[in-house]
């Protein structure tokens, strides 16, 4: 058996440039969407450690509902939570 294998053309090459980088950047986002990016807000994962934080920094609590495949709750956490006006007053 005789396996032959064509060279591609540069052409060909680099039209596959701009898709391949596309797809390793979604894919690392998407690997780091369980993490929150820098200067996002602090979540805790637990009510009742949330709850014990708010009361000694004396700050409100805030709780955050989200659902797979909601658009509005990947709007607020893609934009509203990652806003730096939304974290500077989380901060106080």
Not at 33 to 56: I, K, M, V
């Amino acid at each position: 058996m005789i396996l032959k294998f064509a060279v591609p053309k540069r052409a060909d090459i680099v039209g596959w440039i701009g898709p391949l980088v596309l797809l390793i950047l979604v894919g690392t986002l998407g690997a780091l969407r369980g993490t929150h990016p820098p200067g996002d807000l602090e979540w805790q994962n637990d009510f009742e450690s949330a709850q014990r934080l708010a009361r000694q920094t004396h700050r409100p609590l805030l709780l955050a509902f989200y659902t797979q495949g909601c658009p509005w709750c990947a709007k607020m956490e893609g934009e509203t939570f990652t806003d730096p006006a939304v974290v500077g007053l989380s901060q106080r």
